[in-house]
């Protein structure tokens, strides 16, 4: 399968046509991962790609790895922004400056198996009704040692409406997101209108843009697990530190059923401007999309009472810390 794009010598048969599959790497600030990515990629079994490295006018030595791989390869690609462009422009950027007939995006801090890309370009091939292939995978830690598995089978059905229900019903915890990391058909994700932000924000806008992909074609899985996702690690020194206050907590449940709600809201105007899909079957993705708002605020309910019990809790075990202490002190004034 591999050979029948290049020649013997393992070139393209011809220089002036186009690669195969583009892989777009949006980067910013990726000194510490970036080289294992890049490395991670040009181990591929299969070698008829090109690599689009968009820099985000990084301020670390990331310029400096890259440029450095790109004067060894003639696949890779490095363009540099004079400024930061924002995260929707560089990964808009990539995809309109691949010319592949499959295109994936790829984050400059993953890890990749070396059957990845043939094994999906396979699944592909095999499926003309497929929009985007992708694989079992697991999230790896700094040291790249696993951390968690996942399985998106559950997303699998031969049915686009039963498929755009089942993708709508999982939860997003469960490893859907990643799907913006699958091997796409490039016609169909400029159909989609490529890095699209449906909601008007970064956040979500990964599943809001597979959703829309799914609308337009199905998904296609391997069972082999050829993909590592890392878990980003938060910058500053005290990233991660747990909110105190119920104040703060409160807040931050407001802020997050605020963000629900925009991203709620984008399937709405999505689904009603889905071509092809009967009125039911849009009738019933808006229900699904109901039903999982609805679930969404009676968990955030859910979770501000637990923070209200708590404060509550602590509040009344402070004071029956405090009233032994002063009885005792009363007790030993009147010994006195």
């Known amino acids: 399968m591999l050979n029948h794009h290049l020649g013997e010598d393992g070139d393209r048969e011809s220089c002036t046509s186009p690669p195969r599959v583009s892989i777009g790497m949006p980067v910013f600030n990726g000194e510490a991962f970036v080289s294992q990515a890049i490395q991670s990629l040009l181990e591929q079994t299969y070698v008829d790609f090109e690599l689009i490295i968009s820099d985000n006018a990084s301020t670390d030595s990331t310029e400096r790895i890259c440029r450095k791989y790109a004067l060894q390869d003639s696949r890779i690609r490095y363009v540099r922004n004079s400024e930061n462009v924002g995260l929707e422009s560089n990964f808009q950027r990539v995809f309109d400056l691949s010319q592949g007939e499959f295109f994936m995006w790829a984050a400059h801090d993953d890890l ?32 790249a040692h696993a951390i968690k598995q996942y399985d998106l089978k559950g997303l699998i059905d031969p049915y686009r409406n039963r498929a755009l229900r089942r993708f709508l019903m999982q939860d997003e915890s469960h490893g859907k997101p990643n799907l913006i990391l699958a091997l796409m058909r490039r016609q169909l994700l400029q159909e989609a209108q490529g890095f699209h ?71 709405h105007r999505m689904i009603g401007t889905l071509t092809g899909l009967a009125r039911r079957t849009k009738w019933c993705l808006h229900m699904v999309v109901l039903w999982r708002d609805s679930s969404q605020r009676v968990r955030t309910f859910r979770a501000i009472l637990r923070d209200y019990r708590r404060a509550l809790r602590d509040f009344c075990f402070r004071r029956k810390r405090l009233r032994p202490g002063v009885e005792n002190t009363a007790v030993k004034r009147r010994a006195a």
Do not use: N
């Not at 094994?119 to 694989?135: G, K």
């Not at 980003?232 to 990233?239: A, F, I, M, P, T």
């Open 112 to 143: 990749w198996e070396p059957e990845f890309i043939e094994e999906l370009v396979e699944l592909l091939e095999r499926s003309p009704d497929a929009a985007l292939a992708f694989c079992r995978f697991d999230i790896i830690d700094a040291d």
């Open 197 to 267: 932000l449906w909601s008007g924000r970064s956040w979500s806008a990964d599943v809001l843009i597979v959703f829309r992909v799914l609308s337009l074609g199905r998904l296609q899985l391997s069972d082999r697990f050829l993909f590592h996702k890392r878990q980003q690690v938060e910058d500053g020194g005290d990233g991660g530190q747990l909110i105190s206050t119920l104040r703060e907590r409160i807040a931050s449940h407001r802020d997050q059923l605020e963000e629900w709600k925009i991203y709620w809201a984008a399937y």
